[in-house]
């Protein structure tokens, strides 16, 4: 739905793709909204992670392809609104994130070999959902968006990597 009714053409059309080409790459949080509009909404009531369109919030730059939105659906919040379920999301989060460990490292090079010096290590347990939420929220887990009409990359939950242990009920340090 978003490609085909908010995709603006892709900077390759016509070259390196078919001039009919379209492209649909957003990375979007809860913080606030970006360049094109977008936002994820949590709805804490109807338990969803929502995807949020507000074209007042579109950089003048985009004013071409705020047009062509126009021109398509017109403005007014996405319709039907995509969104994520808590139930489906916390579940396959859970499963994937369920427990852990959070290790960095330094790393040095000598002589063509790679040495590691581990400097901090974390046990990350418990996943917390609502940690999820909040981390959503707060932007510091993105949601990237990369379509385009030849091939789509899928949606992706992102996250910086230093607020990993916000998703857990027990963090212990192990060094």
């Given at each position: 739905m978003l490609l085909p009714k908010y995709g603006w053409p892709h900077e390759e059309a016509g070259k390196?793709?078919?001039?009919?080409?379209?492209?649909?790459?957003?990375?979007?949080?809860?913080?606030?909204?970006?360049?094109?509009g977008f936002k994820v909404v949590i709805d804490r009531k109807q338990k969803k992670v929502l995807i949020s369109f507000v074209e007042k919030s579109v950089d003048p730059?985009?004013?071409?392809?705020?047009?062509?939105?126009?021109?398509?659906?017109?403005?007014?919040?996405?319709?039907p609104q995509p969104y994520w379920g808590f139930d489906d999301l916390e579940h396959k989060a859970g499963?994937?994130?369920?427990?852990?460990?959070?290790?960095?490292?330094?790393?040095?090079?000598?002589?063509?070999?790679?040495?590691?010096?581990?400097?901090?290590?974390?046990?990350?347990?418990?996943?917390?959902?609502?940690?999820?939420?909040?981390?959503?929220?707060?932007?510091?887990i993105l949601v990237d968006f990369d379509a385009r009409t030849g091939h789509n990359h899928g949606t992706k939950f992102r996250m910086r990597q230093d607020c990993l242990p916000m998703l857990y009920k027990k963090v212990t340090k192990v060094l």
């Open positions: 390196l793709y078919p001039k009919s080409e379209m492209s649909f790459r957003q990375t979007i949080h809860g913080q606030s909204r970006s360049d094109r730059r985009h004013r071409g392809w705020l047009e062509l939105v126009k021109k398509r659906v017109g403005f007014g919040e996405l319709n499963t994937k994130l369920l427990n852990t460990f959070y290790v960095q490292a330094e790393v040095k090079n000598e002589r063509g070999k790679e040495y590691y010096k581990y400097s901090k290590v974390m046990m990350l347990q418990k996943f917390s959902f609502d940690g999820f939420l909040k981390a959503l929220e707060q932007g510091k």
